[in-house]
């Protein structure tokens, strides 16, 4: 079992900047993948950004140039630094790590976006 603690969300102005930690109870250095999904009130959750095992990177149009997915082996912790922050980036953020055949969820983080 593994468990995905997230941090890092608040309130925060449009144009504001956050950045989103999640620390991993196991070693996440051979972990296949690690990324962040969100999800906002009434809407389906979706996929934010990847980062796997080799250090390639992937997101969705909608946060790219703004958003930038990282990892720390060392401390088994993910990070997405967001920048240029708007009010559709409102939403619960949850990161998300693949163990082999196996997915953990961490429990969500708000982050919210004023106008």
């Known amino acids: 079992q593994v468990q995905l603690v997230e941090s890092g969300g608040g309130l925060v102005q449009a144009g504001g900047s956050l950045r989103l930690s999640c620390a991993a109870s196991?070693?996440?250095?051979?972990?296949?993948?690690m990324g962040w999904y969100r999800q906002a009130p009434g809407k389906q959750r979706e996929f934010v950004a990847t980062?796997?095992?080799?250090?390639?990177?992937n997101y969705v149009d909608s946060v790219k140039g703004r958003f930038t997915i990282s990892r720390d082996n060392a401390k088994n912790t993910v990070y997405l630094q967001m920048n240029s922050l708007k009010p559709e980036d409102t939403a619960v953020y949850y990161c998300?790590?693949?163990?082999?055949?196996?997915?953990?969820w961490g429990q969500g983080t708000q982050v919210t976006v004023s106008s």
């Open positions: 998300w790590g693949a163990w082999g055949a196996n997915n953990y």
């Open positions: 196991r070693s996440i250095f051979s972990v296949a993948a």
């Open positions: 980062i796997a095992s080799g250090g390639g990177t």
